[in-house]
């Protein structure tokens, strides 16, 4: 078979470009040829995956691979639909190396020719980000003011703010381009500090990207409609409609989108002021529940968007249309859970305004939300003053009396203050380095009181991530990718061995995906699916097996994963399983030993509860 994946690979210090060939039997998607990439030359890869362009829904996300500067080891993130409009650039891949001597813009065209106009752009970012709309806005409409007309066809554009400078998690943001308009419909790499990269270690501020030549792709819909038939017995367009019903809208529970259903239905697992609800009794956990987010947080929502239909796709056409709306704001379950109750937000007024300052400047949003949580827990225990943080108050950071309104409103401004502190290093606010670097510095002057609030799961000395918002152990799984959905995250109770070995199949189920970049809102049926249009089109179905079952090992063979060291890490555990018991009446005598074994130790049973999660994990991952 000739078939190989196309690389534009591009020196940003000197901006010589080349084309690298690599024959799909070696490499069959963006992640085993990021990963191939990032270890020979520290790149930063985007790329599509085979069927990007296609009728499939959801086949459209862009993969981004590369050593992660907050995690400290090989990550993947990706972007909803922007691979839609990289396809017609012709590439599988592009691959940035080396080091703009100043930050510029990377201008990609594929014009109605074979070949791809290339060009590196100096730009002033401190003078862009403090204009107009200000940070990754503003930059997006400056570089869209300077080549726009350019294109025939709307293109695309990759932007960072000044968290890419400031901090190592930066993000990636894009919005798709309707008729010479930027879209509100912000779409994010997030995680893994991906926008912090490509400034920091490549120059590179933005790229836009576009053109008039699409790849060869697969567009016939009568042959796909009949693998489903076989398989499901409905059409693509049928079981892909079933498939997405939680991101468009549930009848069950009368909303839509990740953030309706999942604030519905979270009720006393719902985390809130910095995870301090764990520590809560049920009771008092349903009542915030209902009083601030049934009857206030979640009614607006279902109010504003859900019932108007204030919804949008990321880009490509898709029945899920997940992006639910309000005005400018994007409304999506983990940013704002974690810059909302996990920050003491309950009010959608407040919410919007500190996540659209997050997003502004360009920042990780659950990770963010995960740091200011820390910060305002600080702050009200008096173990950080006002002052250290560049800041005038302390939050309202109890339940008791809280006020949706005001009471979120207050916090909410001390959260975009904060956020203010860090870009402009403010007192001890200087998270170049990392959150967890910052959290291990002031603890060793001031208390381990300090680190011990702080969430997050760590990799070797320095690297971190805020996990994702589930109160569940598998978040905290020791995997070598955490903060994505490589583990499971489901709220029922497995022996921490067996959990290992879930996160591990988990991550393999993901990488099916991952690797030819779905968006997993469609893994209903993409997971089985994928496998069978790879045989139908490539005949390939048993090597992408395998070879995914390689890319899930050479990932875990890097797993640097540190034991928690955050007591609040180990409380997180430690009270998942006492409610698990308690409230959901679970009498598994496996739960039952280890809710006596923390109750005696917390410290030995944390331990030895993540040593065998550890263990779990790579019985499942082990090399051939």
């Keep these: 078979m000739n078939i190989r994946q196309k690389i534009l690979c591009i020196d940003t210090q000197t901006g010589f470009y080349k084309i690298r060939w690599y024959p799909l039997e070696n490499y069959l998607g963006p992640v085993d040829l990021g990963l191939h990439m990032a270890d020979h030359y520290n790149s930063l890869n985007i790329g599509v995956g085979l069927l990007a362009g296609s009728i499939f829904p959801g086949s459209n996300r862009l993969i981004f691979t590369g050593n992660s500067p907050c995690w400290g080891g090989f990550y993947i993130s990706s972007m909803g639909g922007a691979g839609l409009i990289f396809n017609n650039l012709g590439l599988n891949m592009l691959s940035l190396l080396n080091r703009a001597p100043t930050p510029s813009i990377l201008y990609l065209n594929r014009n109605h020719a074979e070949e791809i106009e290339v060009e590196i752009k100096p730009v002033n970012l401190q003078q862009v980000w403090s204009k107009g709309r200000r940070g990754i806005y503003s930059l997006m409409d400056h570089v869209y003011r300077s080549f726009g007309k350019r294109y025939e066809i709307e293109p695309r554009i990759l932007a960072v703010g000044p968290a890419s400078a400031a901090t190592d998690f930066g993000a990636i943001a894009s919005v798709p381009i309707v008729k010479g308009k930027l879209t509100p419909v912000d779409t994010w790499a997030g995680r893994g500090g991906f926008g912090t990269k490509m400034l920091r270690d490549h120059g590179i ?352 063979s890097r797993n640097n994963s540190g034991f928690w060291g955050p007591e609040r890490n180990a409380d997180f555990i430690h009270t998942f399983l006492k409610r698990k018991h308690e409230v959901d009446g679970d009498d598994n005598p496996e739960l039952k030993r280890w809710i006596k074994r923390f109750d005696k130790d917390k410290k030995e049973a944390a331990l030895d509860f993540w040593s065998e999660i550890y263990k779990g994990i790579n019985e499942t991952l082990r090399e051939f």
């Design 205 to 556: 501020a933005a790229i836009i990207y576009g053109g008039t030549s699409p790849q060869e792709d697969f567009r016939d819909r009568a042959v796909a409609d009949q693998w489903f038939e076989n398989k499901y017995n409905k059409k693509l367009a049928a079981e892909d409609f079933q498939a997405t019903t939680k991101y468009r809208f549930n009848p069950e529970v009368g909303t839509g989108g990740t953030f309706g259903v999942n604030f519905a239905t979270l009720k006393g697992r719902m985390l809130s002021f910095n995870y301090r609800s764990i520590y809560l009794s049920e009771e008092e956990r349903l009542k915030i529940h209902q009083k601030l987010v049934a009857d206030h947080y979640l009614k607006q929502f279902n109010e504003e968007t859900i019932k108007p239909k204030n919804q949008a796709t990321c880009g490509e056409p898709c029945p899920a249309v997940c992006k639910k709306m309000h005005d400018i704001y994007k409304k999506d379950y983990e940013p704002y859970q974690a810059m909302g109750p996990l920050t003491g937000i309950f009010d959608q007024r407040a919410a919007e305004k500190l996540n659209h300052h997050a997003d502004t400047y360009g920042f990780d949003a659950i990770s963010a939300g995960g740091i200011l949580a820390w910060l305002m827990d600080c702050l009200d225990k008096g173990l950080l003053s006002p002052k250290e943080l560049g800041v005038r108050q302390k939050p309202v950071f109890s339940p008791d009396g809280f006020d949706a309104v005001k009471d979120s409103m207050h916090n909410a401004e001390l959260g975009v203050k904060l956020l203010d502190s860090i870009i402009a290093k403010r007192g001890v606010l200087n998270l170049e380095n990392g959150a967890r670097s910052l959290a291990r510095k002031l603890s060793r002057k001031k208390g381990r009181a300090i680190i011990d609030k702080f969430v997050y799961a760590g990799a070797g000395r320095r690297g971190w991530v805020v996990p994702n918002q589930y109160w569940t152990p598998g978040v905290l799984s020791p995997m070598a990718i955490m903060g994505k959905y490589y583990m499971y995250y489901g709220e029922d109770f497995y022996p921490p061995r067996e959990l290992g070995r879930l996160d591990g199949q988990h991550l393999e189920e993901e990488l099916v995906m991952d690797n030819m970049g779905f968006c997993r809102f469609h893994r209903g049926w993409a997971a089985e699916m994928i496998p069978e249009i790879i045989d139908s089109l490539f005949g390939m179905k048993d090597e992408y097996l395998r070879k995914i079952k390689i890319i899930a090992r050479r990932i875990n």
